[in-house]
C-alpha cells in the first residue's frame, strides 16, 4: 500500500491544531480494577457527532481559534467530572499539569509550552459563549447520540425511564426555597434517567416548593425526542400521579407506568349518572364511550372508532379522568391481588443508585454550584447531566456497555 504523506501530515496538524478528536491509542477504561485520568479518558472521546452543535457558538472556521473547541468542551466536562469548583483553580491546576491539558487538547506554542487558556475565558465558555440554552441544545445532542449509538451495540437506552425530583441544597440564594417536607433552602432538578443504565435523558430545574406533576409531560416528552422508539415503560412517585398524568403516559405515549398508590384511592370507581329519574353507574370504559359519543360533530370523530381511538380523542381534548380509572381501576384491582408483586415492581425504582445520589455522591452537585440564580444552578445542573452522557458515549465508542455512566474510577 502507497503511503500518503500529505494525508499522514494533515491527520498530524489537525490533531496538533484540534480539529480532531483521533487518537492511536488504545482506549483504557477506568474501573474498579483500574482507575484512569478523566483527561486520559476523554481523549477517548469522539466529539465529531456532537460539534454541528459547538460551531453554532462561534464566528470564526474551527482551528482558527487560540483554545481548541473541542478542548473547551473536554475541558468543561473535565473540570465537573474532578468537581474543580472555581475556574481559576481550574487555570491553576491545568497550568501545573501540561499533560493532562495536552490529553484535554490544547495546543503547544513555539516554545513547547502549553497554551492554557485563563480563569475568564474558561468561564466565558462556559457562561457567556454556550449559556443555558447552548448546553441545553448539547445535552439534547448527546442524548440522542448515545441512545442511537446504544442502538448499534444492542441497546435499548430508554426502554426503561423514570423521572424524579432532587432536591439541590441552596446557600444564601434569593431563588432558594425553604421546603418544609426536605427542611432546608432549596431548588428542584426534574430529571428523567434510563433505569437500566443511570443515564439522564431529560432535565428542568424548578422552584424548591413547585408541585411535581405539572412537569412530567414535557419530561416524558423531551425523553421522546432521543429515545421514543425504545420507550415502553416508566415510573413515577407520587408527585406525579394525577389523572392528567396517568392518562398521559398511557396514552399518549404508550408507555406501561407505575406509580405511587395514594392512601386514599378507591378500587373499582365507577361513574353515576342519572336519566328519567334513573340512576346509572358506569365503569370507566363505559363512560369513556359516553363522553366520546357526545363529539360526534368533532371532524375528528368515528362512528366505529377503537377504545384506543376513543381515549385518545378525549385526553387530546382534555378528558383525562376516566381515562386514568379505566388503567388506575385495573393497577388497584392486581394490587388487591397481589400487593407484594405491584410493590415489588414498583420499588423498582429505588433499586438502581439513582441520579439523585449519583448527582451527590460523585459529581457533588450540592457543594459545588459556582454561581448564584436559578440560571446559574440550572447551567450547573445540565452540566452535571453532560457529564454522565458524555462519560456513557465514550464508552459506548469503545464498544463497552457495562457502567456506562460511572464516574467513579475516574481521577
Known sequence: ??????????????????????????????????????????????????????????????????????????????????????????????????????????????????????????????????????????????????????????????????????PIKTHNDPDGKYNGYYKKEMIKAQITMDYEHNIPLAKKVCGGTESDDPYLEDMLRMTAVSARMNMEETWFDGGYNSNKNIAFAHVEMGLMSHYHIDKDWRENVKYEHKFNGKTYFYSPEREINYLYRKNWQDPKYKKDASLEYMMQFLVKKGFHDPVAMYFRNEYMQRYEECPDNILDLYHRRNSNEGINSYLKDHLEVEIHLNGKGMKNIDLHVTECCIVMLAVAFTRLQHGIKENLSSVVYLT
Not at 27 to 36: H, P
Not at 133 to 158: E, H, R, S, W, Y
Open 1 to 166: 500500500m502507497e503511503f500518503n504523506v500529505d494525508r499522514h501530515v494533515k491527520t498530524y496538524w489537525d490533531k496538533f491544531i484540534g480539529l480532531t478528536d483521533s487518537n492511536n491509542e488504545e482506549f483504557t477504561d477506568a474501573t474498579f480494577k483500574n482507575s484512569v485520568r478523566a483527561s486520559k479518558f476523554l481523549e477517548g472521546l469522539d466529539l465529531d457527532p456532537i460539534m454541528p452543535e459547538i460551531n453554532k457558538h462561534y464566528t470564526v472556521k474551527e482551528g482558527v481559534e487560540t483554545y481548541p473547541r473541542r478542548a473547551m468542551v473536554k475541558t468543561f466536562i473535565w473540570r465537573n467530572i474532578k468537581t474543580i469548583k472555581y475556574f481559576t483553580k481550574e487555570e491553576r491546576y491545568l497550568k501545573t499539569h501540561p499533560d493532562e491539558a495536552l490529553e484535554l487538547g490544547f495546543n503547544i506554542d513555539p516554545d513547547g509550552n502549553v497554551i492554557v487558556p485563563d480563569h475568564e475565558t474558561l468561564r466565558h465558555f462556559e457562561k457567556v459563549r454556550m449559556d443555558n440554552k447552548g448546553m441545553d441544545a448539547i445535552m439534547q445532542l448527546f442524548c440522542i447520540k448515545v441512545v442511537d449509538t446504544g442502538n448499534k451495540l444492542g441497546l435499548k437506552i430508554g426502554k426503561c425511564t423514570g423521572t424524579d425530583s432532587t
